[in-house]
């Protein structure tokens, strides 16, 4: 049973879960937030800790941005969209167990003092921004080391908040550069 809660946008992502790992989740219900669902959240947060786990799309971007903000300390697990993407429906209920387990052993929480140490140039001369397989390659980066898919400023803001070090990063570039060979 995993000590912290799980936050997640619906029903059939909590049935996914149960397949996957014991959790207790509280469910988002996608951006509405009926009643009592703040506040249960919010004493989760306190009481246990909270991962939150939303669909790798906009909409799930927008709540786990609302939700951190909420709640700072909460720690973030992200499926990569090709492993929550099922009959062109993506989210955390078309993921595999074996992909939401993946995606809870890479959690990362939060930097209270950002970084700056990866920049949006770094990510230029790698390859990461501008070419063709660009895209292609952050997002197996980002499945890499848990911290998802996003454009080239979400990418480098998220090394740099998550605390990815450049050993790890450097690791992740050289096992997703050896699988494009």
Same mark, same amino acid.
């Given at each position: ?9 619906? #029903? ?5 879960? =149960? ?11 996608g951006?509405?937030?009926?009643? #009592?669902t +703040?506040?249960?959240? !919010?004493?989760?947060?306190? #009481?246990?800790?909270?991962?939150? +786990?939303? %669909? ?8 786990r941005?609302?939700?951190? *903000?909420?709640?700072?300390?909460? !720690? ?10 099922? %009959? ?10 074996? /992909?939401?387990?993946?995606a ?5 929480? +939060?930097?209270?003092?950002?970084? /700056? ?7 230029? *001369?790698l390859g990461? /921004?501008g070419?063709? *397989? /660009?895209?292609?390659?952050?997002? *197996? ?17 998220? +090394? =740099? ?8 990063? =450097?690791?992740?570039? #050289?096992?997703?550069?050896?699988? =494009?060979?």
């Amino acid at each position: 049973m995993l000590k912290e809660v799980l936050i997640v946008e619906g #029903k059939m992502d909590v049935r996914a879960v =149960n397949r996957a790992v014991q959790a207790d989740c509280i469910i988002t219900d996608g951006f509405h937030f009926t009643g #009592k669902t +703040l506040p249960n959240i !919010k004493a989760a947060y306190e #009481k246990r800790g909270i991962i939150i +786990l939303t %669909d790798p799309d906009q909409a799930g971007e927008r709540i786990r941005k609302f939700l951190t *903000k909420k709640f700072p300390n909460a !720690k973030h697990a992200y499926i990569p969209r090709e492993e929550a993407t099922s %009959d062109d429906d993506i989210g955390v209920e078309q993921a595999s167990p074996e /992909s939401i387990r993946k995606a809870l052993e890479k959690v990362r929480t +939060l930097e209270i003092n950002p970084r /700056s140490e990866f920049s949006a140039s770094e990510m230029i *001369k790698l390859g990461l /921004s501008g070419g063709e *397989k /660009s895209s292609a390659l952050r997002d *197996k980066i980002g499945a890499e080391l848990g911290i998802g898919y996003g454009n080239v400023k979400t990418f480098v803001r998220r +090394l =740099n908040n998550y605390g990815v070090t450049r050993e790890e990063f =450097n690791e992740a570039v #050289k096992n997703v550069s050896s699988e =494009n060979c």
